[in-house]
């Protein structure tokens, strides 16, 4: 459990420092969808009049549930973009391997941090700057069945 929370602090503040080299403030985020459900966002901003949320996500949990949160963020205009630890990242990938052919959804933008790296794609590695530069850009997108640059 220390070992997830210590995950948890580094990849926020991760995503915090590499959002402030780009000269955008991040901060934690919460809210209300318009039929009264709750949202949580590890790390929300705004750039360009576009809100964009970042979720690190340590423990596994249903797909549906991963779905159903993702439409919470949808339904208030914010793009979500979920982190995983490596563990979540790989069970995640696996079910929906298993349920479909590709490893990734495209509904739902995922990738993995660890080691102070994003990992994406088929083993694609990028920096954290890298990476938010590339959901700003949209260039981190989905394409051949996976999320990245």
Request: positive net charge; aromatic residues 12%; charged residues 25%.
């Amino acid at each position: 459990m220390e070992r997830a929370l210590e995950w948890h602090r580094e990849a926020k503040a991760a995503v915090i420092a590499a959002l402030a080299g780009l000269g955008i403030e991040g901060s934690d985020g919460a809210g209300v969808t318009p039929n009264g459900t709750k949202w949580k966002a590890d790390v929300l901003f705004s750039v360009n009049g576009r809100n964009i949320a970042i979720v690190l996500q340590r423990g596994y949990q249903p797909l549906r549930e991963f779905r159903r949160r993702q439409l919470r963020f949808a339904e208030c205009q914010i793009d979500c973009f979920w982190l995983f630890q490596r563990e979540t990242f790989a069970m995640l990938t696996a079910n929906i391997a298993h349920a479909r052919k590709t490893s990734a959804l495209p509904e739902l933008p995922s990738a993995m941090w660890e080691e102070q790296r994003v990992e994406f794609g088929d083993a694609k590695r990028a920096t954290m700057n890298e990476w938010l530069a590339g959901v700003l850009d949209g260039s981190f997108r989905y394409r051949d069945g996976w999320w990245t640059l």
